[in-house]
């Protein structure tokens, strides 16, 4: 699934925790996958591709590399990997093949070598064992959250958020006015403003906040 370039705009320029505020207010939940680190910086906005992956037996397992060439450009990447923190097998092999599919980014409650050549976020360590596929664009469940095919991820190094699509273009625009009424409140308080008024803000400060932010 393509998003729409002023959709992408909105949530690329709105924090991870903005987001997750709105779509607590829409009444999302499981939406934030978490203990899951960092492997760069960069912001990730992307529609998920999912896979489900669990411990191996000694029986035959889904084709991995075939999964991976059926990545589309631009997709978040998202590997349940069953909560074992298992190593994802030749990871870093995978991962060089995702950048050159043109993934956005890898979300896998599995460990992955510290460079992968792609945005990625992941568990710290690895246990001893192997992973094995056994499903792609299932709905999955990773670091805690639920992730549909198609959903879209966003992401920085603050953490990850995954809005339903028929929400997003309800959240990201709560999420930029959420994000310009915070800024408003932090600028208030630096100025010396008392929290009692602002946290949350009442109607007084809301009415200076139209005011002063309102487009001339």
């Known amino acids: 699934m393509a998003i729409d370039q002023t959709l992408r705009d909105a949530l690329s320029a709105v ?122 664009q299932e709905r999955v469940a990773c670091g805690g959250a639920a992730i549909h095919p198609g959903d879209i991820v966003v992401g920085d190094r603050t953490g990850l958020v995954v809005v339903p699509v028929a929400l997003a273009e309800r959240v990201a625009l709560e999420a930029v006015e959420q994000q310009r009424l915070d800024l408003w409140i932090q600028r208030e308080v630096e100025r010396g403003a008392h929290l009692a008024s602002l946290l949350p803000p009442d109607a007084a400060a809301l009415a200076r906040f139209e005011a002063e932010t309102k487009p001339a």
Do not use: H, N
């Open 15 to 136: 924090s991870p925790a903005s987001l997750a505020r709105a779509l607590s207010r829409a009444g999302v939940k499981a939406f934030s996958p978490y203990g899951l680190s960092a492997l760069s910086s960069e912001t990730v906005v992307g529609p998920a591709y999912t896979m489900r992956m669990i411990p191996a037996r000694d029986d035959a397992a889904g084709d991995l590399a075939a999964a991976i060439d059926a990545v589309p450009e631009g997709a978040v990447v998202v590997i349940d990997a069953a909560g074992s923190a298992l190593a994802l097998p030749f990871g870093a092999i995978l991962a060089a093949r995702l950048a050159q599919r043109g993934a956005a980014g890898l979300i896998t409650d599995a460990a992955l070598p510290e460079e992968i050549g792609v945005p990625a976020w992941c568990r710290p360590a690895a246990a001893a064992g192997t992973l094995a596929l056994v499903g792609t």
